[in-house]
């Protein structure tokens, strides 16, 4: 899937479009390309094609088709998601988070606090698991939603969700996960965990970007945060990207399918590359619980050689990583997530995420597991 002489090891940022997703789009892109709005037959039909994306998009998290509501992407439904809670109980003007959460959430929760408004930012414990305990003590009657992520997109360290979800419902506060990482990796059930509001990406999935859902339990009192005409039930305003959105149900019909060859096979190489390095290359720690965690994630640092030159050096031989978040890249400051679990800023710089995929081959990790020792030892020395 990658182009040749590509190695690909960066899918928590974003991941290819899978060949079956790109097919279904070509046809909304060329022929059926009518507004889903009209009255006329081609725009019906292009509306009924809609409704089947949703479908399947509600099969992969266990929902009715009703609860989701297509959105531009992963951001727009965090915010989305947050400001509802704000708006539909105005006197409520508190908001419960954690500081590993991805800038879509901190940021949006940076600029409420400008607002006027109050948020508590949880912390997490030097291996990134959450105490729900801490959640517990930190709902207050003035708390209009609790906000926190399924899995970590650095760490990829997964998160208590079913135990704060019963706790939210205990304390009759709304709670929203941001579960952009998730789909395809790890099985999603929100008939189980109990969450009121659930944010996806497509592009983490093998599907295009510039959509995503926002799940919205029957019940749950929402206020839209795009206003315009009546698409989405009236919750979410906008023309809708038609073949974005089709590429979008495929791509979730094939994660769903996919999640045991993920766990399994994505999983088993994971470990290997993982080992690999811990094992053969000093002064090297893996960042983060061991479990619960996505099996196509590992986070390592590498004693006190910054990830930028460790990155440059990889893409000169075709290999892609990150040291984080693709949405903070540029960013001088070390990674917030790795802070927050205490990781002093020297180990921080110097720590890269691993993140694997559907594409992934063990070719693609002998070459990386062959090749990263000597670019370690070339930027150790004096």
């Given at each position: 899937?990658?182009?040749?002489?590509?190695?690909?090891?960066?899918?928590?940022?974003?991941?290819?479009?899978?060949?079956?997703?790109?097919?279904?789009?070509?046809?909304?892109?060329?022929?059926?390309?009518?507004?889903?709005?009209?009255?006329?037959?081609?725009?019906?039909?292009?509306?009924?094609?809609?409704?089947?994306?949703?479908?399947?998009?509600?099969?992969?998290?266990?929902?009715?088709?009703?609860?989701?509501?297509?959105?531009?992407?992963?951001?727009?439904?965090?915010?989305?998601?947050?400001?509802?809670?704000?708006?539909?109980?105005?006197?409520?003007?508190?908001?419960?988070?954690?500081?590993?959460?991805?800038?879509?959430?901190?940021?949006?929760?940076?600029?409420?606090?400008?607002?006027?408004?109050?948020?508590?930012?949880?912390?997490?414990?030097?291996?990134g698991l959450l105490d729900a305990s801490l959640l517990e003590q930190a709902i207050r009657p003035d708390t209009a939603i609790v906000s926190i992520m399924w899995a970590n997109n650095e760490t990829g360290v997964v998160f208590p969700v079913k135990e704060i979800a019963?706790?939210?419902?205990?304390?009759?506060?709304?709670?929203?996960?941001?579960?952009?990482?998730?789909?395809?990796?790890?099985?999603?059930?929100?008939?189980?965990?109990?969450?009121?509001?659930?944010?996806?990406?497509?592009?983490?999935?093998?599907?295009?970007?510039?959509?995503?859902?926002?799940?919205?339990?029957?019940?749950?009192?929402?206020?839209?945060?795009?206003?315009?005409?009546?698409?989405?039930?009236?919750?979410?305003?906008?023309?809708?990207?038609?073949?974005?959105?089709?590429?979008?149900?495929?791509?979730?019909?094939?994660?769903?399918?996919?999640?045991?060859?993920?766990?399994?096979?994505?999983?088993?190489?994971?470990?290997?590359?993982?080992?690999?390095?811990?094992?053969?290359?000093?002064?090297?720690?893996?960042?983060?619980?061991?479990?619960?965690?996505?099996?196509?994630?590992?986070?390592?640092?590498?004693?006190?050689?910054?990830?930028?030159?460790?990155?440059?050096?990889?893409?000169?031989?075709?290999?892609?990583?990150?040291?984080?978040?693709?949405?903070?890249?540029?960013?001088?400051?070390?990674?917030?997530?790795?802070?927050?679990?205490?990781?002093?800023?020297?180990?921080?710089?110097?720590?890269?995420?691993?993140?694997?995929?559907?594409?992934?081959?063990?070719?693609?990790?002998?070459?990386?597991?062959?090749?990263?020792?000597?670019?370690?030892?070339?930027?150790?020395?004096?």
């Amino acid at each position: 899937m990658s182009p040749a002489n590509l190695y690909y090891f960066d899918n928590n940022a974003t991941t290819p479009v899978a060949p079956e997703v790109v097919e279904a789009m070509l046809p909304f892109l060329t022929e059926k390309w009518a507004n889903a709005s009209s009255p006329y037959r081609i725009g019906r039909e292009v509306a009924k094609h809609i409704e089947t994306a949703r479908e399947r998009v509600a099969a992969l998290i266990n929902a009715d088709p009703e609860e989701v509501v297509f959105t531009s992407g992963g951001t727009e439904s965090i915010n989305a998601a947050v400001q509802s809670a704000l708006l539909v109980e105005p006197r409520k003007r508190h908001v419960v988070t954690t500081a590993v959460e991805h800038s879509a959430t901190l940021r949006f929760c940076e600029s409420l606090e400008k607002r006027g408004y109050e948020v508590t930012v949880l912390p997490v414990g030097t291996d990134g698991l959450l105490d729900a305990s801490l959640l517990e003590q930190a709902i207050r009657p003035d708390t209009a939603i609790v906000s926190i992520m399924w899995a970590n997109n650095e760490t990829g360290v997964v998160f208590p969700v079913k135990e704060i979800a019963d706790i939210c419902r205990q304390k009759a506060v709304p709670f929203h996960t941001d579960a952009v990482q998730t789909p395809g990796k790890i099985a999603l059930d929100v008939q189980t965990v109990g969450v009121d509001l659930l944010s996806l990406s497509a592009h983490k999935l093998y599907a295009p970007k510039g959509v995503g859902a926002l799940y919205i339990r029957r019940g749950t009192k929402y206020w839209p945060y795009v206003i315009g005409g009546q698409q989405e039930d009236g919750r979410r305003g906008g023309t809708e990207s038609v073949a974005n959105i089709i590429g979008f149900g495929v791509a979730a019909s094939l994660a769903h399918s996919k999640v045991d060859d993920v766990t399994r096979r994505v999983g088993a190489m994971r470990d290997r590359l993982e080992n690999t390095i811990l094992n053969t290359i000093p002064n090297t720690r893996r960042n983060g619980a061991e479990a619960p965690r996505l099996p196509n994630t590992s986070n390592i640092s590498f004693g006190s050689i910054e990830a930028e030159g460790m990155i440059v050096m990889l893409d000169n031989i075709g290999v892609c990583v990150s040291s984080g978040s693709a949405c903070t890249t540029g960013s001088l400051a070390p990674s917030h997530v790795l802070t927050a679990m205490g990781i002093n800023a020297d180990r921080a710089r110097a720590s890269l995420r691993f993140s694997l995929g559907l594409y992934t081959t063990e070719a693609d990790v002998d070459y990386l597991v062959a090749n990263l020792p000597g670019i370690i030892s070339r930027l150790s020395a004096p």
